[in-house]
């Protein structure tokens, strides 16, 4: 069996999609923000502000490294996990690219009182940024074997779209 990897920008609902997605398959379920806090003992925000971006994404390259090995994970990534070319060719190794978007406006509303996204902090005009830092990562999402709109869709109803791909994709032997 191979891993089931969410990318896509923040505020699409890769962590609580991959949740229902894990539970329905009965997979594990990992966050690799999570991991990447987990192995440093800071939170994301800390890393960002006292080692900064590049130590960041170090972290998080070692972590999917780790998650490529294994089998079986529905892996919800950060949403610039993409833009580095050794994660993709990691993840996709040993998984599929399941890539959740969802429109600007939607994803401003989604994650507009959230004080955890430390490329989004501080800044001014945050619907500008959400959309240039859209436009600036669409290429990098592109690597996705599949894509599903979430800005008007519930959770399980994403989950229920991934399974219906998974079932074509796997040929009827997923639940």
């Given at each position: 069996m191979i891993n089931i990897v969410l990318i896509g920008f923040m505020g699409t609902g890769k962590t609580i999609v991959g949740k229902r997605?894990?539970?329905?398959?009965?997979?594990?379920?990992?966050?690799?923000?999570s991991e990447v806090e987990q192995v440093t003992g800071k939170t994301i925000p800390q890393i960002f502000t006292r080692d900064g971006e590049i130590r960041f994404r170090s972290e998080e390259r070692?972590?999917?490294?780790k998650l490529a090995l294994r089998q079986c994970l529905v892996i919800a990534t950060g949403g610039g996990a993409v833009l580095d070319p050794e994660n993709v060719a990691n993840l996709k190794k040993n998984g599929i690219l399941i890539c959740l978007s969802a429109d600007p406006e939607t994803i401003y509303y989604r994650v507009k009182g959230k004080r955890h996204r430390p490329l989004l902090d501080g800044k001014d005009d945050l619907r500008r940024r959400i959309?240039?830092?859209?436009?600036?990562?669409?290429?990098?999402?592109?690597?996705?074997?599949?894509?599903?709109?979430t800005s008007r869709c519930r959770p399980d109803e994403v989950v229920d779209k991934i399974v219906d791909y998974?079932?074509?994709?796997?040929?009827?032997?997923i639940k």
């Open positions: 997605l894990a539970a329905r398959l009965g997979w594990e379920f990992i966050d690799t923000d070692i972590v999917m490294q959309g240039e830092l859209l436009i600036e990562r669409a290429p990098a999402y592109q690597v996705a074997d599949f894509t599903v709109d998974l079932k074509i994709y796997f040929r009827g032997s």
